[in-house]
């Protein structure tokens, strides 16, 4: 864990794995709703990182975050989301083939996953998820699509997420859901939000 100093209000903690950040995130979100965090304002994760904003003394926290012993996170943590899928995406076939089973065995694979939201990006709503072992991990598409569906499940590295609206795209679509991923008038507007659950379950096309 290496805690860096970014300006006058803000820390950068490096991590080494995305297990390590959700931990992280985790232990800062206690430690913030006990308040022992001080000012902070946002605690916000990425692939390998967490960062801390609105920090009164950046230095300061960075010392004592160094000399933590983060508990490794609880499996059934955080809340539960299902979304319902239908498997009908154009690249089923071809992730089929990668991970070396029948296409009707990919929606066993991904159902039978724990997934949770690790961190968010790219567009509104949109979460990266965790969970899938690492002989599940697939390659990007050679060629990027310019218009991805809005709602289609999708798979990249060690990444599975949702589209919550049309966008251009490289990863492997496996199927679709009718789940509104980000709408501005819901409260939260987000489906996913860092250390949320997932479950991906089946339905007919």
């Given at each position: 864990?290496?805690p860096?100093?970014?300006?006058?209000?803000?820390?950068?903690?490096?991590l080494?794995?995305a297990?390590?950040?959700?931990?992280?995130?985790?232990?800062?979100l206690r430690?913030?709703?006990?308040?022992e965090?001080?000012?902070?304002?946002?605690?916000?994760?990425?692939a390998?990182?967490?960062?801390?904003?609105?920090?009164p003394e950046?230095g300061?926290?960075?010392e004592?975050?160094a000399?933590?012993r983060v508990?490794?996170l609880?499996?059934?943590?955080?809340?539960?989301?299902t979304?319902?899928?239908?498997?009908d995406?154009?690249?089923?076939?071809?992730?089929?083939?990668?991970?070396?089973?029948?296409?009707?065995?990919?929606?066993?694979?991904?159902a039978?996953?724990d997934?949770?939201?690790?961190?968010?990006?790219?567009?509104?709503?949109?979460?990266?998820l965790?969970g899938?072992?690492?002989?599940?991990?697939?390659?990007?598409?050679?060629t990027p699509?310019?218009a991805v569906?809005?709602?289609?499940?999708a798979?990249?590295?060690?990444?599975?997420?949702v589209?919550?609206?049309?966008s251009?795209?490289g990863?492997?679509?496996i199927?679709?859901?009718?789940?509104?991923?980000?709408?501005?008038e819901?409260d939260p507007?987000a489906?996913?939000a860092p250390?949320v659950r997932v479950?991906f379950?089946?339905?007919?096309?």
């Open positions: 864990m290496r860096l100093v970014v300006g006058g209000e803000a820390l950068l903690i490096e080494d794995s297990e390590e950040v959700a931990a992280l995130h985790a232990e800062l430690r913030r709703e006990a308040g965090l001080g000012g902070v304002r946002d605690v916000v994760p990425a390998r990182t967490v960062l801390l904003d609105g920090v950046p300061a926290l960075a004592l975050i000399r933590w508990p490794p609880v499996e059934t943590e955080g809340p539960l989301v979304v319902r899928v239908r498997y995406g154009p690249d089923l076939a071809d992730v089929a083939r990668l991970w070396g089973v029948a296409e009707r065995e990919v929606a066993g694979i991904v039978g996953t997934f949770r939201v690790a961190f968010c990006g790219f567009a509104p709503g949109f979460g990266y965790t899938l072992p690492e002989r599940f991990h697939l390659p990007r598409r050679d699509r310019t569906p809005a709602g289609s499940l798979l990249a590295g060690e990444y599975a997420g589209y919550p609206r049309s251009p795209g990863w492997q679509l199927g679709s859901t009718d789940a509104v991923l980000w709408d501005p819901r507007a489906l996913f250390g479950r379950e089946e339905v007919a096309r």
